[in-house]
């Protein structure tokens, strides 16, 4: 090997080892089988935390999970689209509607939510930022189904104000 071609080579591997190095980086290798385990888990299933560092820090493993996740909703909505210019009370997700009904001095806020699908959803996941709630959903009684977004449960106040959020993206499972 002549003495540009190792140079050269040192340099190389000198410079992917600094960019391994630098402080922040993540390895954006993430396997599709982890991916997807993750993005099909239980709702009450173990969470993978270096599945969620690196949807946090790489942004094209976030867009490869909320993909995973559109392929297997039964619907999804990226962004509320509302008239309004305060926060979303109401909003369409395929072919159900999301309603936010207003805590009063009884009961917390409810999510209701209501449509005709073949299938009922078991799971909504919300994505707003890197930051992601995920709570199973009962069964429909009268063709509604209600989660009180109790502010004593830390998950479900949670989806609440994600919800809330135009920008939040929504998956029904």
């Known amino acids: 090997m002549s003495d540009e071609a190792r140079l050269l080579a040192e340099i190389h591997a000198a410079r992917t080892l600094m960019r391994a190095s630098e402080p922040g980086r993540t390895d954006s290798r993430l ?3 982890a991916l997807w385990a993750y993005a099909t888990r239980a709702v009450d299933g173990p ?3 270096a599945v969620v560092r690196a949807i946090r820090a790489d942004p094209a493993t976030a867009r490869r999970y909320r993909t995973m996740l559109a392929g297997q ?6 962004l509320a689209a509302a008239a309004s ?3 979303v009370a109401s909003r369409r997700v ?3 509607t999301l309603e936010i009904l207003p805590a009063d001095e009884e009961a917390p806020p409810l999510l209701v939510l209501r449509g005709s699908a073949t299938r009922p959803p078991r ?3 919300a994505m707003l930022g890197d930051e992601t709630a995920r709570l199973a959903l009962p069964s429909a009684i009268d063709g509604a189904i209600l989660i009180a977004l109790d502010p004593a449960v830390p998950e479900a106040a949670r989806l609440g104000a994600m919800l809330r959020d ?8």
């Open 94 to 96: 395929g072919p159900f």
């Open 85 to 87: 210019d305060g926060a």
């Open 73 to 78: 909703a039964i619907a999804h909505a990226p």
């Open 123 to 125: 799971a909504i996941e």
């Open 47 to 49: 969470v993978d935390l």
């Open 31 to 33: 396997g599709t089988a």
């Open 166 to 173: 135009r920008a939040c993206a929504v998956f029904l499972l």
